[in-house]
């Protein structure tokens, strides 16, 4: 094998929501990672504040953290070295449309903020993710790294279908992400790899949702957690134990990464 980057998915792969932790198990095989010469990252749909919530930074010195879905990449000091940012225009159609409907978005940019005070409902949204709320006010012409919009299961989004360049992607079965249409993980990777000199595609993936797909197709060993939704292990080539038992620290072990 020629891998030599690991990258990690946070939500339902590195962190699991069912124990609300990373698995000590998990800390012990991305340090024996960095251990065995092998740069080791997050890759999320969060954006590094959001990542920020959750204790994934505990214990570990990553060697980058790449967010938004793939549109913001950061060096092993946090230093952002590329992103792929929404347009003034865009976020004005996003934030005109969304009024319009009543639907509420989560703004991730310098200063996260909500556009309106949210309903138990939302709230609960938010809580699965370990979020606190952040400021209430409307879009005041700032810059967002990503919007996530709070309509839940069923609501029909069709309305922000239009607006150019953009993506509706799911992070989760409630939570409907707005994102740049050219971005996504493996492209946020590639960026990270051409940083490290790392030869395109010499990587593990560990991801449990279909914005992980990309990365995945495009590694050397896309590995999709026991816990990801049914339609992700079409684009890998190993499906390991959920995200609540050590599945990571054995699909390591299996690859003898560790």
Known sequence: MSIQAVFFDIDGTYFDHTTNKVLPESIEAVKALKENGYKVVLCSGRALSMARKVPVFDGIKWDGFIGGG???VYDEDFHCIWENAFTKEQLAQVFTIAKALDLVIYATGEDNFITRELTKKEQALLDIFHLHTPHVHEWHGEAVHMMSLLGGKDYDYSPFDHIEN???????????????????????????????DIPQGNY?????????????????????MGNCTPELKAYANYVCAPSNEPGIYEALKHFHLI
């Open 70 to 72: 793939g549109n913001f």
């Open 166 to 196: 953009t993506l509706l992607q799911p992070s989760c079965d409630e939570i409907m992400d707005l994102v740049i249409a050219n971005g996504n993980k493996a492209k946020g990777i590639s960026r990270l790899l051409q940083h490290f």
């Open 204 to 224: 593990m993936a560990f991801g449990d949702n279909l914005n992980d797909k990309e990365m995945l197709q495009e590694a050397e060993i896309g590995i999709a």
